[in-house]
């Protein structure tokens, strides 16, 4: 039983995640651990957990003596998770200089050739999910485990959602951060990653401000 507890406890978090980013459950809506214990089939105690883990993530918000509710996901939000997706990813980009082969070096253009061709055949959903892989690939060269903890803090918020950027520009971006880090600069790629990261955060607070922004979750194909 123990040892299936991490397992049920993941699908937990991932199915009220869901839920939650689908629309299904509302912000402000009152989260139950007896109810969706009963509902999901676990343990109440498991949901706990689960509901601890989505607070960590932004997605819910405990209130004292009152209970678990669903986070407003605003535009707000949103340009907080990113100012530290900034910071953070230019960190990785940073640390990728000294781990980064040939054979990554080759997979890292292909990712970004990937992207770029979603974009051309209009699959918007692929496009957002592929590019999301891209910058986790670069995370994971950082060999920084701590780093990557961290990053699971906006990986729902600041990098779930799409941005609606001009592809061509993206693609640019993404070529010369696999660049500077193939050429072992790592002002230079910690640079690029971190401009890449605030030009998705302006367009957001550019398009908050004229009251025409929704977020456009991408689908995480490893839920």
Request: charged share 30%; with cysteine; net charge negative.
């Amino acid at each position: 039983m123990a040892v299936r507890t991490p397992i049920a406890r993941h699908h937990v978090r991932e199915e009220i995640q869901r839920r939650i980013l689908s629309g299904e459950s509302q912000p402000g809506e009152r989260l139950t651990q007896q109810s969706l214990a009963k509902e999901l089939g676990v343990a109440q105690g498991t949901v706990r957990e689960s509901l601890l883990e989505l607070q960590w993530l932004g997605l819910v918000e405990s209130v004292d003596r009152l209970g678990v509710f669903v986070g407003q996901l605003d535009a707000a939000r949103l340009c907080e998770a990113y100012q530290v997706r900034e910071f953070l990813e230019g960190l990785a980009a940073r640390l990728a200089c000294n781990h980064a082969g040939r054979a990554d070096i080759v997979q890292l253009r292909k990712m970004a050739d990937h992207v770029w061709e979603l974009s051309n055949e209009n699959k918007l959903e692929e496009m957002g999910a592929a590019d999301r892989a891209f910058h986790l690939q670069i995370m994971n060269l950082s060999r920084n485990k701590i780093l990557l903890r961290l990053a699971e803090g906006y990986r729902v918020l600041g990098m779930a959602v799409r941005a609606s950027r001009d592809p061509h520009i993206v693609y640019e971006e993404h070529l010369r951060i696999v660049e500077a880090i193939d050429h072992n600069f790592p002002d230079e790629a910690e640079r690029l990653a971190r401009q890449h990261v605030e030009g998705a955060r302006i367009m957001i607070e550019q398009q908050a401000a004229k009251h025409d922004f929704t977020p456009k979750w991408v689908v995480d194909s490893e839920a």
